[in-house]
């Protein structure tokens, strides 16, 4: 959790992964340029934020609890409709912010927009609605350089 910034409320940490209540989030400290995160995350119901980059948005729910929504900021959005068996339960994620595109999955399902020269910027974790846990999480990517030399002369100084 060394590399996390955390909300008021602190998260638990325990079997089901990394859980996070209603209104509670964690910031991931580094700044990527491209990223690709995923997980496995486990929820009672498929409603609120997930998850948000610098410029991207990843959200859930609709007028029925049905639906994942994906927001690349200066680029719209899409959403898709899920199939019943990954509104609940444990359902894996994947996100990716690529040069040219970004992709998110949940489950067996895509959404996708063409976003060139997107950064990606900073992860932030949410417990949506009714609370989200997050468990084997990987994040990966190119660090944004700019960043990693604010980082590189801060630890200099010390």
């Known amino acids: 959790?060394?590399?996390?910034?955390?909300?008021?409320?602190?998260p638990v940490l325990n079997?089901?992964?990394l859980c996070l209540g209603v209104g509670i989030n964690v910031t991931h400290l580094p700044k990527f340029r491209t990223m690709k995160v995923s997980a496995d995350v486990r929820l009672k119901q498929l409603r609120g934020s997930l998850l948000?980059?610098?410029?991207?948005?990843?959200?859930t729910g609709g007028l029925l609890p049905d639906t994942v929504y994906l927001n690349v900021e200066g680029h719209g959005g899409s959403s898709a409709i899920?199939?019943?068996?990954?509104?609940?339960?444990?359902?894996?994620?994947?996100?990716?912010?690529?040069?040219?595109?970004?992709?998110?999955v949940w489950g067996n399902s895509t959404v996708g927009k063409e976003a060139a020269g997107v950064p990606a910027g900073q992860l932030q974790?949410?417990?949506?609605?009714?609370?989200?846990?997050?468990?084997?999480?990987?994040?990966?990517?190119?660090?944004?350089?700019?960043?990693?030399?604010?980082?590189?002369?801060?630890?200099?100084?010390?």
Request: hydrophobic letters at 35%; a neutral charge; glycine letters at 10%.
């Open 82 to 104: 899920v199939p019943d068996k990954e509104r609940s339960g444990l359902v894996s994620f994947k996100l990716a912010v690529e040069d040219e595109r970004t992709l998110f």
């Open 1 to 10: 959790m060394q590399d996390f910034k955390l909300s008021k409320t602190k």
């Open 15 to 17: 079997n089901d992964g």
């Open 125 to 158: 974790l949410f417990g949506g609605e009714n609370g989200f846990c997050f468990k084997n999480l990987v994040i990966a990517g190119e660090l944004d350089p700019a960043w990693a030399e604010t980082i590189s002369e801060t630890k200099k100084k010390k």
């Open 52 to 59: 948000k980059t610098d410029n991207v948005g990843i959200g």
